[in-house]
Structures are given as structure tokens and as C-alpha cells.
């Protein structure tokens, strides 16, 4: 194999180095990334939807309780009706929305009893304000349907909240090994690289000096005296030939 041969065959090996390195490195980021969005993904979808259910669940009560403590128990009026709706559509969306994405073990179990209490608690609403209710039956039943419901929907946001959690915990403990094995993996390539900035420079220069020396020894041989003081092994090569070309050339000239 030729010096320009070995030359090339270590820079491409310094260029794999450094592009493994990168490669490996990127591909560890990325994990990392989608460790993070899946947690995003599946809990945090489920933590907005408990949000939005509250939320919907507060307005339904509040147009009730002004069915039955307003000052026209008997009446509805078009705002009051239009929000309860709204808040309904909402709540029913929102809840559709969790049973589509269960992730966590007994999540499903509590999306089923809020199911279970959110059917009944609309009934009672329902039932008020088309013909009108007590108060009797507003602290008796309705209001512990509506805790009912209200503590389902706890328990769901709580376990996702334990679930995000759990999970941040893991990818940072991930993130810590990935930060470990990046180290190791880049330890490893500078100890390749270093080998080849020693071993590569080590043998192009022992060469040239070896093909120095030889060539002063031959000059000597034939009687020519070289007289260099640089250090530098290429250019003592280099005007040794230069000096045998010299040599050479008298000798030629001389036989004509």
C-alpha cells in the first residue's frame, strides 16, 4: 500500500470516528425527545381533559342551583339554558376524549364510574330544569352526585399527574445512562483519534527520515558531501537528490 494510501485510509478513519460519534450521539437525543412527547402525549391530553370536565361540571351546577335559588325559580332564561348546553357539550367531548386514550393501569375502572356518575348527575339536572326542583333535592341528591362526579374526575387527574410523574423521573434517569454510555462512546473515539495523530505522524515522519538517511549515505558513497543544517528530514531528501541529479549530470556530461 502506498503513503498516499495509508494517508487516506486514516483520515477516513478519523472521519468515521467523528461521524459515528455524531450519529450515535444525535440518536440518543432523539430517544430522549420522544421519551419526553410521549409523556406529553398521553398524560398531559388526559390532565387538560379533567380541566375542561371541572370546569363544564361547575357551569351545569351553577345553571341548576339558579333553577331552584334564583328569582325565577320557574323560568329559564335563553343565557342560562344556551350555557348549560355548552357546558354539557363540553363535558360529554372531553369525556369521550379520556375513554380514547387510557394509558394507566385502573384508569379505566375510573373513567367507567365517572361515566356511571355523570349519567346520573345529568338525569337530576335535566329533570330540574325542565320541571323545576327543591331545595331538599338539590343538597339530598344532587350535590352528592355532583361530589360523585367531581371525585371521579380527581382521581383520574391525579393518577395521570402521578403517571407524568413516574415518567419524568424515568427519562431522567434515561438521560443520566445516555449521558454515560455518550461519554464512553466519546472516550473511546478520542482514544482512536489520538492514536492516529500519534501513530500516523510518528510513521510519515520515520520514513522520510529513513529515506534521508539512506540517501547522505549514498551521497557519501559516490563522494559527494552534503552540507545541511536544517532539521527538517523532507528537505535533507530533498537536496540530497537534488545534489545526485547534480552528480548525474556532470557524469553524463563528461562521457560526451
Known amino acids: 500500500m502506498s503513503l498516499r494510501s495509508k494517508l487516506t485510509v486514516g483520515l477516513g478513519f478519523l472521519f468515521v470516528i467523528i461521524f459515528a460519534l455524531t450519529i450515535y450521539s444525535s440518536y440518543q437525543i432523539q430517544k430522549l425527545s ?10 398531559y391530553d388526559s390532565l387538560v381533559y379533567c380541566k375542561n370536565m371541572l370546569l363544564a361540571l361547575d357551569d351545569m351546577r351553577s345553571t341548576v ?10 323560568k329559564v332564561s335563553a343565557y342560562e339554558s344556551q350555557l348549560f348546553q355548552s357546558s354539557k357539550s ?12 387510557i394509558t394507566e393501569v385502573h384508569e379505566k375502572e375510573y373513567v367507567e364510574e365517572l361515566n356511571s356518575n355523570y349519567d346520573r348527575y345529568l338525569n337530576l339536572c ?10 331538599a333535592q338539590y343538597f339530598s341528591d344532587l350535590l352528592p352526585t355532583y361530589a360523585d362526579v367531581r371525585q371521579a374526575i380527581v382521581e383520574i387527574n391525579d393518577l395521570n399527574m402521578q403517571a407524568v410523574e413516574r415518567k419524568s423521573q424515568l427519562t431522567k434517569h434515561n438521560a443520566g445512562g445516555m449521558v454515560i454510555s455518550i461519554a464512553v462512546v466519546g472516550t473511546i473515539c478520542i482514544l482512536l483519534a489520538f492514536f492516529y495523530f500519534w501513530y500516523f505522524p510518528f510513521y510519515v515522519s ?23 543544517k536544517t532539521t527538517d528530514e523532507a528537505l535533507v531528501l530533498l537536496h540530497s537528490i537534488n545534489l545526485l541529479e547534480n552528480k548525474l549530470a556532470k557524469a553524463k556530461t563528461a562521457k560526451r
Open 34 to 43: 420522544k421519551d419526553a412527547n410521549a409523556i406529553l402525549k398521553d398524560n
Open 65 to 74: 342551583s339558579y333553577r331552584i335559588f334564583g328569582s325565577s325559580p320557574n
Open 90 to 101: 363540553t363535558f360529554e367531548s372531553n369525556l369521550n376524549a379520556e375513554k380514547n386514550n
Open 126 to 135: 335535566l329533570g330540574i330544569n325542565e320541571k323545576g326542583g327543591s331545595s
Open 206 to 228: 520515520n520514513t522520510i527520515a529513513y529515506l534521508a538517511k539512506k540517501m547522505k549515505e549514498l551521497l557519501q558513497n559516490t563522494g559527494i558531501k552534503i552540507d545541511t
